[in-house]
């Protein structure tokens, strides 16, 4: 089936292996990314950071159904939108690793810190460990476990992508000053976990722009 995507700007992004529209939500500018298989309307979202009407309108627009919502850690900038998604998409599965559901429960408490706007989240649905699939129609997303930036960080793996959080972004990594956060920890699951992936593989962050592995593994200067 030949079907046209349009992205949070009107364009049409290049179809790969997956389908990827991504947009930035949220009073951070987190990157939200949708992503499906291409045949089917099913979609993953990943960490929706906030603005669920405009979350819904993209995937509306696009006739996709999500039918899992992923964060890659519990801070409230990644997770503003669940609650919206989830009233919006009844079923909608809700996943988190299980060593992140204290961020969660408490992120209302560290948004008001910060005077940012914030919907508490509604519980998990899906607890993660790592090794798992997520999955939409026929599209597979391998969690791997990259603790450090939090304690329950995941990136989402799909042969030429990688999807990273706030573990690694184009030139850095993630901040490790915060409750949870462990630098040696995140270097090292940088290392072992995304490093070692093909280097060709385009790498979504968090926040910023995309980058691939074999940018990162040759001149990002926090993994020298």
Do not use: Q
Request: with cysteine; charged share 25%; aromatic share 6%.
């Amino acid at each position: 089936m030949d079907r046209k995507y349009m992205d949070a700007n009107g364009g049409t992004p290049c179809r790969r292996d997956a389908v990827i529209l991504s947009i930035t939500a949220g009073p951070l500018d987190v990157n939200c990314y949708i992503i499906s298989d291409g045949d089917s309307e099913e979609a993953v979202v990943i960490d929706p950071g906030g603005d669920g009407e405009r979350i819904e309108e993209l995937l509306r627009r696009n006739s996709l159904r999500p039918v899992n919502l992923v964060d890659t850690h519990g801070h409230f900038d990644h997770i503003g939108g669940n609650a919206y998604l989830m009233s919006a998409f009844p079923g909608i599965e809700l996943c988190l690793h299980e060593d992140d559901l204290p961020l969660l429960r408490s992120a209302g408490e560290h948004a008001d810190y910060w005077n940012m706007p914030f919907e508490d989240s509604p519980e998990p649905t899906r607890l993660l460990h790592g090794g798992e699939l997520v999955r939409a129609g026929s599209l597979e997303l391998e969690v791997m476990h990259t603790p450090g930036h939090s304690p329950g960080g995941i990136s989402l793996y799909t042969p030429g992508h990688v999807f990273t959080g706030d573990a690694l972004f184009s030139g850095s990594i993630g901040r490790t000053d915060l409750p949870g956060g462990d630098h040696v920890r995140l270097v090292a699951s940088i290392r072992e976990r995304i490093l070692v992936l093909p280097l060709d593989t385009v790498v979504h962050p968090g926040h910023g722009p995309e980058t691939t592995v074999g940018e990162e593994a040759i001149h990002n200067p926090f993994l020298e």
